[in-house]
């Protein structure tokens, strides 16, 4: 590896340049894995919750990437064994679903950052590099109004732990017009 390479990596990574990725998105994770790789990280990849936690145990990594929605379960439970295991561990949780709720949750788990999918390799390297105190750049496309209330309402719903009843009650809402609006698809 060349020199000049190898310092911008320590100087951006520090000496333990460690990445666990889980996701079960098998094309992504490997496409993620080599670029994260090129950027000097050394990556280890689970594809399930199971295989992310059990890695997390065995060799707790400085940096990881994980993906929510999991074929086995909630990438929470992966961000909380990271967390047990190594307290340092500079988490990235990434989210298909837009669903803020769930990324609040998993920043409180100690999760420095969240990004919709599809996120490429610079905005997750960028994130995972990013200083403490350091502020993102604002969105050019911030959310539309439709979208904003949309996130709201599932922040809710997850508070009441989907208790669609209690959603509605908590928001004025009649529950079948809430059902309606859980069902479709959020807006953009």
Known sequence: MDTHLE?????????????????????????LARAMESRGFVVDTAESVAEGIAKSK?????????????????????????????????????????????????????AVDYLAKPADADDIFNALT??????????????SA???????IQRVYEMCERNVSETARRLNMHRRTLQRILAKRAPK
């Open 7 to 31: 310092k911008t990596a320590d100087h951006e990574l520090g000496p333990d340049p460690s990445l666990l990725i889980v996701d079960d998105d098998g094309p992504f994770l490997r496409r």
């Open 58 to 110: 065995a060799r707790p990594p400085k940096y990881a990437v994980v993906d929510l929605r999991l074929g086995d379960g909630n990438g929470l439970d992966v961000i909380e064994a990271i967390r047990q295991n190594r307290e340092d561990t500079k988490t990235i949780v990434l989210t298909g679903y837009g669903n803020i709720a769930t990324a609040v949750t998993a920043v409180k788990l100690g």
């Open 130 to 143: 990013q200083r403490p105190g350091e502020k993102a750049d604002v969105p050019e496309n911030p959310m």
């Open 146 to 152: 439709d979208r904003v209330r949309w996130e709201h």
